[in-house]
Structures are given as C-alpha cells and as structure tokens.
C-alpha cells in the first residue's frame, strides 16, 4: 500500500489523542523474545508495518506468532529454529539485524541478512559485529550476510561503545543476557527509555540485568529465560509528534497515556518556543497562539533532543519569528525533509551537521516527497501549517511508525485525505 496525502491547511489542531505503544521498544523485546522458552505475551503494541516485519522474521525463525488487539504472543512450536534470515525480510526494516545475537546464543549460530541501505544516511552495524566478537562470536560477513557462531566461553567481558547507539546496547545486551557463567559490561551504553523497557521485560523472564538507563549496563548470564507477559511503555516520538502539531497550528491539545519524563529535552524545547505547557501524571497538554520564538536545538543521544523529532520541530521552526539553528549529532547527515519544507517555502540553509532555519511569516501548499518515517510526520505538520493544499508522495512512510494515525490527526480536526496507489510498499530502515 502506497500512496498520497492530500492535507489541508490553517486549521488549528484542538482536542485530545490518546498515545500507542512504543514502536521502538515493541522491536527489540519481540527480537529477545527467541531467548524464552515458554510463552511470551507482549501487550500493548502499535500495530504498525515494522511490527509486522519482525512478526514476519520471528515466524520465519519457526514461532508461532500471533498479532491481535495490541497483544503479541510468541511460542515455539519445535525445538528446531531455523537460523538463517534472509534478505528480503531484513531488507525492510534495521531492527530486524538485532535477531542474530539472540538466535546464535540459542542455537550457537545463526546467520542474517546485512540490513539494506537507507534514506537517512550511513547506518553501519559496525558497533554490534565488533561486541559479538567481544562476547565470544566468530563473524564472517560474506554474500551480503553475517554469520555468527559461538566459539568462545568468556567469564568476563567488557564493551566500550564508541557511540552510545541504541540497536548496539540492545543486541549485545540481549545476547548476553543468555550468556551463563558470562559477566558483561557495556560501558557508554545508551540511555534511551526503551531500553529500560527491554531490561524491564528480560528480568521480567529471569534475567540478570541492571543500569539500563545509566551509560553502564550490566549483565550476568543466565541458563535459561522463561516466559510471561510484559507491557510496552508509550510512544515518546509519536507523543512528540502530535504535540508539536498541536503547537505548529496555534492549536490547544492534550496528549494522553504518556510518560512526561521521556519528554522532557522536547518540553524544554517547546517551552522556551513559547508554547504554553501542562504536564500531568501520564498526559501532557499544550496551547500556542502565535508563531513560535526562535530556538537552538542540539540532537543528541538520550536525555538529549531526540533524532527522531528533529524533522518535525524543524517543520515547527520554519515559521518561527527569527533564526533558529538545528545541530544534528546523532545521524548527521538526516536532513532529507530539508529540501521538501523549502518547496513549501522554508529558507532552510545547511552545512555539515548544521541546520539554519530562517523563519518565514507563512509556508504554502506544494508538492511533496515523504523520504522517511519522521521526515514524512514533518511534512504533515508543515502542509497544516500552510496556506493551501499540500499533497504529500510515498506518504505511506508514515505508517511504519504512527498507528491509526489518519483517525488520531482527524480526532484533532486536521483535515488529511489518503488516497492509496497500488504501488508496493517499500519500507526504509
Ligand atoms: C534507533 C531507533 C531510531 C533512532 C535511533 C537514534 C529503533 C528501532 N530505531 O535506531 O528510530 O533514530 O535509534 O535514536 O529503535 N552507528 C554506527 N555503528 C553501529 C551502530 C550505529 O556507526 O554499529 C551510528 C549510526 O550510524 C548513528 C548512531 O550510531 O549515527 C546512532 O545510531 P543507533 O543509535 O544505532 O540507531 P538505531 O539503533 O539504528
């Protein structure tokens, strides 16, 4: 399923949304899920094309899987795994690379695809190939795949990340995890919210984890993980989302089923724009009235702005009432709505990891491209700002991460038509 947005503009976003499960925690705790012995119940997860890949490789792999009102459930149907994943399912989605730790700890080795190339910029798998070495895995990469087998038993084991990247801490911390007699360290670890989820869920099913959450995580190895049930913490980009589209159309709206904690660098930000914030318990309610101050952002690995944010605030800043400057230190390189928000009329200006937005008093509607996920949400909050009609291509992008989002956005009083092409979906990494 393909196809394009059709999105009216200047109308003022007003009401309530009640946020999913996150997508980027539901991902790695079904990977881990290969781990378990017994039946694993995971609730609360989005339905969303990349939950739907990983259902997909877990099947492949020889799980029954089930997909049904938010709840995931994973059992073995044979002691026989199959350990090879192949391209085609690997190719749509990164994540999907985070199977071959847990399937090699389980059956000594395993063998998966090379993730495919993708939009927004180089992702290399550099940090996760270098910490199975550590963990005593033999890796070959030929023929576009990676092979690991498990050759050494290590007592101890220490991995220094050279970047504190999120799909590293949670592979190598996921394989450890079945490690017996292995003590692992993962020093500068990342911070990310999710990943506590995944210590959460693989203590939840006996393992020995703790410090997620804290730049050292350690792991003591345990023979066997059980299974249980385990519910996914809240969206914090697609909380960040709709706050900002709020926010973007002088709107006033409450976004609800959150942690306001894991939001808190987007807050600060949003405050300081002059928007006007209330935090509750588990929602998060916001009002604008006019176009927003200017405001510098520095994206950065948790508690930092998130990455995955970047394109939406950006689309925010456009219209802001003076220069704000976006420096972009995760994926240096994701600036790929830059080049559709200036078809709208944005005076965007970027150089090297640089980011200068010029604010200007209106966007208008135009043609434009969806390159990725959050590139796409930027583009939807930019043609609700406009004046006109936007027509957003490939907008199917967006599905990968926001669940019902064309109803949520209604619920609010945005005006978006989908109307579907049959050109085959090609979800980027
Ligand atoms: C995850 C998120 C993604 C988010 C990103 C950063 C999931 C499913 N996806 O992606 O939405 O944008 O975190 O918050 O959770 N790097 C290397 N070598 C490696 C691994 C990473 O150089 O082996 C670099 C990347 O190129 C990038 C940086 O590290 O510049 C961060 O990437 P990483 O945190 O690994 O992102 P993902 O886990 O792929």
Not at 170 to 181: Q, R
Not at 275 to 293: H, I, K, Y
Not at 339 to 362: C, F
């Amino acid at each position: 399923m393909s196809g394009v947005f059709l999105v009216k503009g200047k109308t003022a976003l007003k009401g309530e949304v009640q946020i999913s499960g996150a997508k980027n925690a539901a991902l790695p705790i079904m990977a881990a899920s290969i781990l378990c012995d017994e039946e694993v119940v995971i609730e609360n997860v989005p339905k969303l094309l990349d939950i739907i890949v990983m259902k997909d490789i877990l099947v492949s792999i020889g799980f029954e899987v089930s997909f049904e009102d938010n709840r995931v459930r994973v059992k073995h149907t044979s002691s026989k795994l199959n350990t090879e994943v192949p391209y085609e399912l690997v190719r749509k989605m990164r994540a999907s690379f985070n199977v071959l730790g847990p399937l090699a700890v389980r059956m000594g080795q395993a063998k998966v695809a090379l993730p495919g190339g993708c939009s927004i910029g180089v992702r290399p798998v550099d940090f996760h190939i270098e910490g199975l070495r550590k963990l005593g895995f033999e890796i070959e990469v030929e023929h576009g795949f990676v092979k690991a087998t498990r050759v050494g038993r290590v007592d101890s084991v220490k991995i220094v990340l050279p970047f504190p990247s999120v799909g590293a801490t949670e592979h190598l911390m996921t394989t450890a995890v079945l490690m017996e007699g292995t003590f692992t360290v993962i020093e500068n670890a990342a911070m990310e919210p999710e990943i506590e989820d995944l210590q959460n869920f693989l203590n939840a099913m006996g393992g020995k984890v703790r410090g997620a959450g804290t730049s050292r995580i350690e792991i003591e190895g345990v023979k066997r993980l059980s299974g249980g049930s385990h519910k996914i913490i809240p969206d914090r980009i697609e909380a960040g989302t709709y706050l900002i589209a709020i926010a973007a159309t002088c709107g006033r709206g409450t976004v609800r089923g959150v942690k306001p904690d894991h939001l808190t660098a987007l807050l600060e930000t949003m405050r300081r724009t002059g928007a006007t914030l209330g935090v509750g318990e588990d929602f998060v309610e916001v009002s604008m009235d006019d176009r927003p101050s200017p405001v510098d952002v520095v994206v950065n690995p948790y508690p930092g702005f998130p990455t995955d944010l970047q394109p939406q605030m950006m689309a925010y800043l456009c219209v802001g009432k003076g220069v704000s400057t976006i420096i972009e230190n995760v994926f240096k390189t994701r600036f790929l709505h830059v080049g559709e928000l200036r078809r709208m009329g944005a005076n965007i200006e970027v150089s090297g990891n640089t980011a200068i937005v010029k604010g200007v008093e209106k966007l208008s509607g135009a043609p434009v491209l969806g390159t990725d996920l959050r590139a796409t949400a930027a583009l939807v909050i930019a043609g609700l700002m406009a004046e006109g009609q936007t027509e957003i291509h490939e907008a199917h992008h967006i599905f990968r991460g926001y669940e019902n989002v064309l109803e949520k956005f209604a619920k609010l009083g945005a005006n978006i038509e989908y109307v579907p092409t049959s050109e085959e979906v090609e979800s980027d990494p």
